[in-house]
C-alpha cells in the first residue's frame, strides 16, 4: 500500500526522516516493496547553530530506517529554511515523533510508513 503513494513522488523533492533522527532531502529516483528508497542530489540537513547540508550525491535509504517519507515544496521550503529553524526548536518535534513511533511499533508492530505518508 505505501508504494502505491510514494510512486507518486518519484522524480520529485522529498523529505526522509530515519529512526535515528537524521533528514535526507533529495529528488526521489526509486523505491521497492520494502520501501528502499533512492534519493538523487541528496543532502542531509543538520541542525546545529544554523542549518547545515552535507552533500551526498547519490543515497540510498533502507526501508526498515525509514520513519517519515514528505513531499518538499522548494519555496516554502526555501522560505522557511533560510537560518531561521534553531536546534532546539526541532528536538521536541524529533523526540515526540521517535516516541510516537516505538509506541506504535510496539504495540503494533507494524512499520510506521506503512500507517501514514505525511506532507512536509
Do not use: W
Not at 530515519?18 to 543532502?43: E, P
Amino acid at each position: 500500500m505505501a508504494s502505491i503513494n510514494i510512486e507518486s513522488y518519484i522524480e520529485n523533492e522529498i523529505l526522509v526522516i530515519t529512526k535515528d533522527g537524521r533528514i535526507f532531502t533529495g529528488k526521489l529516483k526509486g523505491f521497492d516493496q520494502t520501501t528502499n528508497i533512492i534519493l538523487g542530489n541528496c543532502y542531509e540537513r543538520i541542525y546545529k547553530e544554523s542549518l547545515e547540508k552535507i552533500s551526498l550525491g547519490i543515497y540510498i535509504i533502507r526501508g526498515d530506517n525509514v520513519t517519515l517519507i514528505g513531499e518538499i515544496d522548494e519555496e516554502v521550503d526555501r522560505n522557511i529554511l533560510q537560518n531561521k529553524i534553531k536546534p532546539e526548536m526541532l528536538k521536541p518535534v524529533m523526540l515526540n515523533l521517535i516516541k510516537k513511533q516505538r509506541q506504535l511499533i510496539k504495540y503494533a508492530k507494524i512499520n510506521i510508513i506503512h500507517m501514514c505518508l505525511l506532507y512536509v
